[in-house]
């Protein structure tokens, strides 16, 4: 996790640079900081916690050209001041801010002669730079070259007006314009400011100046880049117009669903369905919500195509005995197409020479570099860390996918349509979250496609209200987990396929029965009285996944706002994880 930012210019570059980490917070927000040049001393301002807790720090009058910046999510050491980046080498002379891990740390710190003031990687890395012979940049590669592991660095040297780039695995990018040149961790840093960009190949190397920058590769030849158009890139809809960016994209869901139908219907979107129809079977491998599209992608293939699904959580296939086959299409589903254990599990796919598809956010995104067939989602940046129209445009965006694989997906275009024009956000009702937030023990059960959203709203109240909860399909309650029902139990019921209705029904008497309180959210009536019921509107039961989650992800949502807990940051979390 963690992201960096990097400014050189003609003007002050210190707001540019806190801006871009105010974009970056996302991928991690337990302390930010900044090194900049000051009449040729580097200097550095950090705090912990959120940025606004840096911006409080720095002085109006504080002002530099070259200034480099982090934000960070705790993997070498607590969260305290010491540990924040930039670290400065042990006689001031460089300065670094690094997004990665370098994994041989330990080992390199015994050769360094050092008194480290930090417990992290980082400030093991930028002495072994300073420990290094020959220019800045010589140094930077000289030092890389004895890391295992992955980094995206930007370097300040003391005495050089100059930003040293390195990236390996971490996600790194620049861009020139002109009054200056910019780096960040992603495209989202130069919004609004630059037309073009340029994006790092492992072991590559910049050295940014004022008036552009140079490209290296890791024996120190100087290459050329190839920069990538961005202006087509989605920036509009950043700004928070709402309380909580969580609230804003549960709210942007119909328009993002809809924005997803014109893309493959009306806009014409280029994807080659007739090469995914020669692949016999498919494995979709993701990790948390995104795992939860995959098991719905795979339910609509297998019912729509007749073809062969597996699903795979990303840590578990990595390291499991799979069974590789070439008729298998690989296909990854992440939004941010920069999560560690589902990238490592790609390049493994990769390297065994078999297709790769993957479904992603992000344009540029690291999984879309190594991908055979990207298939885009049209969510728009998520910024809040538990997803919720990312999740809505995937399950959409593999539906339609299943649609076309089985040429379906003409014929029932007016269908399609008629969902994304009816599709209204679900409110949760204030007075019913009243009643069912006194419960302390909760489980969601549903079957089939209502097992995933079990799953997925599971996942959305322990992220953000850190209730000890449980998702799991409705027939397994009877093999164990029924002995903790009581009457101090509340189980969200979800249930919107009529053909299950009879089994959900029994489910739910079983529950009453051992004194448990039944919230049942449907789109029809059971045959079963329940405690509480949310209604939901009545679309084709292929659409209900979608329909579902919406109240969940809003029950998630005001269970936290209760509860006190701010939902777009919550503890311990990233929004790309970018460690294994
Ligand atoms: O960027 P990705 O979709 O690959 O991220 C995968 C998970 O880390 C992510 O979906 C996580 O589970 C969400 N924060 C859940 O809301």
């Excluded at 409080?56 to 530099?64: A, L, N, P, T």
């Excluded at 509009?236 to 942007?252: A, S, T």
């Excluded at 719905?296 to 699903?311: E, N, P, S, T, Y």
């Excluded at 969510?379 to 997803?387: D, K, M």
């Amino acid at each position: 996790m963690c992201g960096i930012c990097a400014g050189i210019g003609h003007e002050n570059q210190i707001d540019d640079v806190v801006c871009g980490l105010k974009k970056l917070e996302y991928r991690g927000y337990d302390s930010s900081g900044i090194a900049f040049l000051k009449n040729g001393e580097i200097q550095a301002i950090k705090s912990v916690g959120q940025i606004k807790n840096l911006e409080k720090k720095i002085d109006d009058e504080v002002c530099s050209h070259v200034v480099i910046g982090h934000t960070r999510w705790a993997t070498h050491g607590s969260v305290c001041e010491e540990n924040a980046h930039p670290h400065i080498s042990q006689n001031g002379e460089f300065a670094m801010v690094h997004n990665g891990i370098v994994e041989n740390f330990e080992n390199l710190k015994g050769n360094l002669n050092c008194n480290f003031k930090s417990q992290t990687d980082t400030e093991v890395f930028v002495n072994l730079v300073e420990a290094e012979s020959g220019t800045p940049l010589e140094r930077l590669m000289k030092a890389s070259r004895k890391v295992v592991g992955s980094f995206a660095v930007a370097l300040l040297h003391k005495n050089t007006n100059s930003i040293f780039l390195a990236k390996r695995k971490s996600p790194l990018m620049v861009a020139v314009g002109k009054d200056g040149v910019f780096a960040g961790s992603d495209i989202s840093v130069f919004a609004g400011k630059f037309d073009f960009c340029y994006i790092f190949e492992d072991d590559e190397f910049a050295i940014m100046e004022e008036d552009g920058v140079k490209f290296f590769d890791l024996n120190g030849n100087q290459i050329s880049k190839k920069a990538v158009d961005i202006r087509d890139f989605d920036f509009y809809d950043e700004d928070l117009n709402e309380d909580f960016y969580m609230l804003k994209e549960i709210k942007e869901q119909p328009a993002a669903l809809r924005k997803t139908y014109f893309k493959f219907f009306s806009e014409g979107l280029q994807f080659d369905f007739e090469a995914i129809k020669k692949f016999k079977s498919f494995h979709f491998i993701a990790c948390g919500t995104a795992y939860h599209s995959c098991l719905l992608g795979a339910q609509f293939i297998q019912q729509f195509c007749k073809k062969d699904c597996k699903v795979s959580i990303a840590s578990e296939f990595r390291y499991g005995s799979n069974i590789y086959s070439k008729n298998c299409l690989y296909v990854f589903v992440s939004q941010s197409g920069e999560t560690a254990d589902t990238m490592a599990c790609a390049s493994l796919v990769k390297e065994k020479g078999l297709k790769v598809m993957c479904v992603t956010n992000v344009p540029y995104c690291s999984l879309n570099k190594l991908a055979d067939f990207v298939l885009p989602t049209f969510a728009g940046r998520e910024v809040a860390v538990a997803s919720t129209k990312a999740y809505t445009t995937q399950v959409f965006t593999l539906l339609i996918f299943a649609l076309f694989l089985n040429d379906k997906a003409t014929r029932l275009q007016d269908e399609l349509k008629r969902f994304v024009l009816n599709l209204e956000n679900l409110q949760f009702n204030e007075c019913l979250l009243e009643e069912i937030s006194k419960f302390k023990k909760i489980f969601f059960i549903g079957r089939e496609q209502d097992y995933v959203s079990a799953l997925e709203g599971a996942l959305k109240l322990k992220e953000i209200a850190y209730l000890n909860c449980l998702g799991m399909p409705a027939g397994e309650l009877k093999h164990g987990t029924l002995a903790l029902i009581d009457p101090q139990t509340l189980v969200i019921a979800i249930s919107t396929q009529r053909a299950l209705k009879g089994k959900m029904e029994s489910n739910i008497e079983e529950i009453k029965a051992r004194g448990g309180k039944v919230l049942l959210i449907s789109n029809f009536k059971h045959n079963v009285e329940t405690d509480f019921f949310v209604e939901l509107p009545d679309f084709d039961e292929m659409f209900m996944p979608i329909v579902s989650i919406i109240p969940l992800q809003q029950l998630a949502l005001n269970f936290a706002l209760k509860l006190g807990y701010n939902p777009d940051k919550p503890r311990n979390l990233a929004k790309s994880v970018t460690v294994e």
